[in-house]
T-cell receptor, first 117, second 115 residues
């Protein structure tokens, strides 16, 4: 089952504009991660934010996390045509004594971003 | 460092057959996870292996199985293939930092088509 709901499902912008994608989740988390996937290929890890962090930056990426609202947002500034891809949020549940959360991420349905040159 | 390598890249099988997919993780990564990606269900966790032991399993029928070798390479097997098994199968490896918070490194996947 999918934990995350992403919004919007599709986003179309011009090069140079900012792109914002939102993600909501249902249960408590250890961290939330964002991944990018180019058509038919594997996922590339973009950024990880821990449950006790509120904001994180990496290059043109800015991620926020609001655990009280169980939501996160990914902002891509000054978008480029090469940013065209699907973007997924994924949550890792808190680790239990058996460590059975290892390796298991629960993904949202993704946002398809198209950046026009 | 070489990335996660999955073979083969594409597979076409018929219903009732079985298939084996292979994954070589990044050197030094001992955790290997498998995911299924379909347009309808999205990305779903299949299982995770660490030191040749399956530690976690998703909600898939017993036709889906896997194993990990002493060099951390992993295989997954799907028996008695059904049309609904057509999907992109993704393998991911992780270094496993203490306390979790370890990103996954994905391969480019194996595209399985069942006819």
């Amino acid at each position: 089952s999918q934990q995350g709901e992403e919004d919007p499902q599709a986003l179309s912008i011009q090069e140079g504009e900012n792109a914002t994608m939102n993600c909501s989740y249902k249960t408590s988390i250890n961290n939330l991660q964002w991944y990018r996937q180019n058509s038919g290929r594997g996922l590339v890890h973009l950024i990880l934010i821990r449950s006790n962090e509120r904001e994180k930056h990496s290059g043109r990426l800015r991620v926020t996390l609001d655990t009280s609202k169980k939501s996160s947002s990914l902002l891509i500034t000054a978008s480029r045509a090469a940013d065209t891809a699907s973007y997924f949020c994924a949550t890792e549940s808190p680790l239990n004594a058996g460590g059975t959360s290892y390796g298991k991420l629960t993904f949202g349905q993704g946002t398809i971003l198209t950046v026009h040159p | 460092k070489a990335g996660v390598t999955q073979t083969p890249r594409y597979l076409i099988k018929t219903r009732g057959q079985q298939v084996t997919l292979s994954c070589s993780p990044i050197s030094g990564h001992r955790s290997v996870s498998w995911y299924q990606q379909t347009p309808g269900q999205g990305l779903q966790f299949l299982f995770e292996y660490f030191s040749e032991t399956q530690r976690n399993k998703g909600n898939f029928p017993g036709r889906f199985s896997g194993r990990q070798f002493s060099n951390s390479r992993s295989e997954m097997n799907v028996s008695t293939l059904e049309l609904g098994d057509s999907a992109l199968y993704l393998c991911a490896s992780s270094f496993l930092l203490p306390g979790g918070n370890s990103p996954l490194h994905f391969g480019n996947g194996t595209r399985l088509t069942v006819t």
